[in-house]
């Protein structure tokens, strides 16, 4: 279904089961359907919400709107109009950034939070944070792919999340979901990305924080997870064995029990 969250702009929201909520955001240009199976089997305990952030699956994909505080703003709009309490928050990659600045602003609707692949306050290496590629040179990056061959530069970019190659299969399927964000959305997305900046948020993030990282992501290092992990009031860290930036593919079972038990509380 769609839920408008300003005029004129609707995200796609999938809502399954009933029960405590479980809300999953996706990462980086990617809708609700990368989370099929975690849908399924925490459906049978748990009303789950997977969210479409502006600009991917179905949700509308406008010029412009694709900064921080409005990403999370969208999926603030949509936790109230569905009324959503004691949120089990979920955010994947470039999901797990918007999850953790929506713990941090709207506290009153979450319970926990669990990131995954993501530290949840930088992509980019600044001062005081020495993880990944600069901000200025991982911008110019993203964005010159997009722009000069977009399809060489996804593929290349989902292809390089994994562990071990993906499974030719699995790998068209993601491309699928992956392109239906325009370039317009990806190009306002990859600067959000790259330029984000939440350490100021962390200690309005008082819930507690699972974060479950592959030991093998080289898009958000575990390094960076552990930075984090150190910082927070009330946090768990679990590393996931052979095991790149798509843990919910690469590692479905044990991600899944994990997944199940941060459900659970």
């Known amino acids: 279904m769609l839920v408008e969250v300003e005029p004129g702009i609707s995200v796609d929201v999938c809502d399954v089961g009933s029960g405590p909520p479980v809300v999953l955001l996706a990462g980086f240009g990617f809708d609700h359907e990368v989370w099929d199976r975690q849908v399924r089997e925490l459906?049978?305990?748990?009303?789950?919400?997977?969210?479409?952030?502006?600009?991917?699956?179905?949700?509308?994909?406008?010029?412009?709107?694709?900064?921080?505080?409005?990403?999370?703003?969208?999926?603030?709009?949509?936790?109230?109009?569905?009324?959503?309490?004691?949120?089990?928050?979920?955010?994947?990659?470039?999901?797990?950034?918007?999850?953790?600045?929506?713990?941090?602003?709207?506290?009153q609707r979450v319970a926990r939070l669990a990131l995954v692949g993501s530290n949840g306050v930088r992509a980019s290496a600044t001062d005081g944070f020495p993880f990944g590629a600069p901000e200025d040179a991982l911008c110019a990056a993203l964005v010159h792919g997009e722009s000069e061959d977009r399809l060489r530069a996804r593929r290349r970019a989902v292809a390089g999340g994994f562990y071990a190659p993906p499974d030719p299969d699995v790998l068209d399927w993601l491309m699928r979901i992956q392109l239906r964000m325009p370039s317009w959305s990806a190009v306002a997305c990859f600067d959000t990305y790259a330029r984000a900046e939440q350490r100021e948020l962390m200690s309005k993030v008082r819930m507690p924080v699972v974060q479950m990282v592959g030991e093998h992501d080289r898009v958000a290092p575990v390094t960076g997870a552990r930075w984090l992990n150190e910082r927070l009031s009330d946090a768990t860290l679990v590393e996931l064995p052979d095991c790149g930036h798509t843990p919910m593919i690469e590692a479905p079972e044990p991600f899944g029990a994990r997944l199940s038990a941060f459900a659970a509380g």
């Open 43 to 107: 459906s049978d305990d748990h009303r789950v919400v997977a969210v479409s952030l502006r600009g991917t699956g179905a949700s509308t994909k406008p010029k412009a709107g694709y900064g921080m505080p409005r990403l999370a703003q969208d999926v603030v709009a949509v936790l109230e109009r569905l009324d959503l309490r004691d949120v089990a928050l979920v955010g994947w990659s470039f999901g797990g950034l918007v999850a953790f600045r929506i713990a941090a602003v709207a506290p």
